[in-house]
């Protein structure tokens, strides 16, 4: 069963000059963690807002737990929950005081849905009479996650939640996700600009100037990528990727942290690449094949 | 509209968790009351005089000690001739020149007339005005004493015998006093809530209360209603200090004060709001409120009478909700007018009142 279905969703910016998305369509199963993944500017926060209702599409159709975004967003704005990428609880209230104001505006006390935010709020809950401007990082975001559980939504709507966090908090995010969809089969549907959280996926869509490129689980993504993939490091790395992207039989060539990654025909070998770069005069050349991650997949795919 | 509580409890325990904004419900009555009145006083005393006197008679010497035992002026100095009086007035040591001619006593008594020369320093008008008016006075009443000593009837222009109605002191403070609160309310009133409603823009917080089912009408009111409530209490406040520090109390109705005072409030406060919901930022939202707020302060009567404006300019302080309530409470306080003859206020006010109060509801749009 689907629990977010979206077709043909068109939205512009400016007067119709910014087109933010370009016809957009999927559906997220009940259930499952759905993640956006895109650069900045690719269009997420305006999907997102559109299905939490606070943004109109320009044409085309969305519904959000089987109610339409534009008639029945009453409906859909007592059973989502909602984290939007900037911190947004008000500092100068407590932590309790946060999460008591939130269940009370959706007419619902903290008892009441204590057990689907207990493991989260657990963590907090020593610093319940501090106030939430002074609240670390980390425990700042467990505490808007706490607060956009708390009325029991059916979907959780999480913009860039890990963005600005440390990879230590990152991972346990990700864990408290993982637990919420497996102990109440919550549906979460999370963006980020980091590919390497895709793997945390059920499936995934990769996103671009307001267009989807595709949409898979994670694995189908990389099972789908058909072009051979190496890594290619040596002694000078900035020259060696202008000099790759000239080199015959290299389709395309990025550079990805501490190195490059290229595609290449079946015409190329190692030997005969370490031969060309050799007589280019690099020295310290390393070259291995690897299989792609979701992040050569979203190069691959943006060309 | 169950959630309201909800949204008042957070509003109130918001309000009140730092110090500042909670003193400034009590500084701002204080300060407009009791500190005001004192000093913005069109009351004008200590005006520095000069005389001439040419003649040195009985009568011109009894004159001379009348202004300067006057409680409006001081007597700077008695200078032999007119360039001497002239070089002080243009040094700012005097403001006033009064000057005596020779034979002045001979004159009188045989022709039944006298003349005196009055230059007034006329580049603060109003002071010039007062000061004048203040002299012909002094002057007159002299007239009439010298004309009941001697039996002698001296032909006095006019007699003016002045009766000041319902503020027969003609006291500055029961008049400017209903004034001051009105702008002390629309300064707090107007202000805070427009700074409240986009400070959650700025901090996003307003995102996740649009995700909730709270409805418009039940946010615009959440916002609204702790501001009311301090709005009368800033009332009620300003009236007890206004008794009990200058002894000025409404001479109508406290509950009239009162019911005018919801009407404003409300209307001030709902025009906050609608600044605050075409603001994206308090920057924004400050400025237009000190445009409001001026432009509104300096058209409403405060400062000058509505009725000795132009009269296209009269036509617009028609839109100016604070000349009504200034109008209203200046009633109120000095002449104790009732609730009907208070009609041609009370419409109007209302009539803003809940124009501002549907624009500031309908101007709030959860959804873009």
Not at chain 1, 55 to 65: F, N
Not at chain 2, 195 to 209: F, Y
Not at chain 2, 308 to 313: I, L, T, V
Request: proline fraction near 4%.
């Amino acid at each position: 069963m689907n629990i977010i279905s979206v077709r043909n969703l068109h939205k512009t910016y400016n007067k119709g000059k910014t087109q933010a998305l370009k016809g957009v369509d999927f559906d997220v199963r009940q259930g499952e963690i759905f993640g956006l993944i895109g650069p900045d500017g690719a269009g997420k926060t305006t999907l997102f807002r559109i299905l939490t209702t606070l943004l109109l599409p320009d044409s085309g159709t969305a519904q959000v737990d089987g109610y339409d975004v534009v008639k029945e967003y009453k409906d859909i704005r007592r059973h989502i929950g909602y984290m939007p990428g900037r911190f947004s609880l008000y500092q100068d209230m407590t932590v309790e005081e946060n999460l008591a104001f939130f269940a009370t505006v959706f007419n619902t006390t903290i008892q009441e849905n204590y057990h689907l935010v207990e493991d989260i709020y657990k963590q907090i809950e020593p610093f319940k009479h501090r106030r939430a401007g002074k609240l670390s990082g980390g425990m700042k975001q467990k505490l808007a996650l706490s607060c956009a559980l708390i009325h029991a939504p059916h979907v959780l709507f999480l913009d860039e939640p890990t963005t600005g966090v440390d990879p230590v908090s990152r991972k346990e995010f990700w864990e408290m996700l993982q637990k919420l969809k497996t102990n109440f089969h919550l549906s979460i549907v999370v963006s980020t600009p980091y590919m390497d959280e895709a793997m945390q996926c059920d499936r995934i869509a990769l996103m671009q100037g307001g267009e989807f490129l595709t949409i898979d689980t994670p694995q189908g993504i990389i099972n789908s990528y058909t072009d051979t993939l190496w890594t290619v490091r040596s002694d000078n790395m900035h020259r060696l990727l202008t000099d790759l992207r000239k080199t015959e039989g290299v389709k395309t060539a990025f550079a990805f942290g501490e190195s490059h990654h290229i595609t290449v025909d079946a015409s190329l070998t190692f030997d005969a690449l370490r031969q060309k770069l050799i007589d280019l005069g690099y020295q310290k050349i390393q070259i291995e094949e690897i299989t792609p991650s979701i992040e050569d997949c979203f190069m691959h795919l943006q060309n | 509209m169950k959630a309201l509580k909800y949204l008042l409890v957070k509003e109130y325990k918001q309000m009140f968790r730092g110090y500042l904004i909670p003193a400034l419900f009590v500084l701002v009555p204080f300060a407009l009351t009791n500190l005001v009145p004192r000093i913005a006083t069109q009351e004008v005393s200590n005006l520095d005089i000069a005389v001439i006197d040419n003649d040195r008679s009985s009568v011109s010497k009894r004159l001379t000690e009348k202004i300067s035992t006057s409680k409006f002026f001081n007597f700077q100095s008695l200078c032999g001739n007119y360039i001497e009086a002239y070089d002080l007035l243009q040094r700012g040591d005097v403001d006033f020149i009064i000057t005596i001619e020779n034979g002045i006593e001979k004159n009188l008594y045989r022709e039944g007339t006298a003349k005196m020369m009055l230059s007034v320093n006329s580049v603060n008008g109003m002071k010039g005005g007062l000061g004048n008016n203040y002299l012909t006075q002094i002057i007159m009443q002299y007239t009439k004493e010298l004309n009941e000593e001697t039996g002698y009837s001296m032909a006095s222009p006019m007699n003016i015998r002045p009766r000041f109605l319902f503020n027969s002191q003609l006291d500055y403070k029961p008049y400017m006093i209903p004034a001051l609160m009105s702008l002390g309310l629309i300064l707090l009133m107007g202000f805070l809530p427009a700074l409240n409603m986009v400070s959650e823009k700025e901090k996003g917080t307003i995102e996740q209360i649009n995700v909730t089912p709270v409805g418009r009408l039940e946010f615009i009111l959440s916002k609204l209603i702790p501001y009311w409530t301090v709005g009368l209490f800033i009332v009620g406040f300003s009236m007890l200090l206004a008794w009990k520090i200058h002894n000025v109390v409404p001479a109508g109705s406290i509950f009239l004060v009162f019911l005018f005072a919801v009407v404003y409030i409300m209307t001030v406060s709902a025009l906050g709001i609608i600044v605050a919901n075409y603001s994206d930022t308090m920057r924004q939202a400050a400025m237009m409120m000190f445009f409001f707020i001026i432009i509104f302060a300096l058209t409403s009567g405060l400062v000058s009478p509505v009725s000795s404006m132009p009269d296209w300019a009269q036509e617009i302080t028609r839109l100016n909700p604070v000349r009504y309530i200034i109008a209203a409470l200046r009633e109120i306080f000095l002449k104790g007018s009732t609730f009907t003859q208070l009609l041609p206020q009370f419409i109007p006010l209302c009539i803003y009142g809940l124009v501002t109060m549907t624009c500031a509801v309908f101007s709030y749009q959860k959804k873009q």
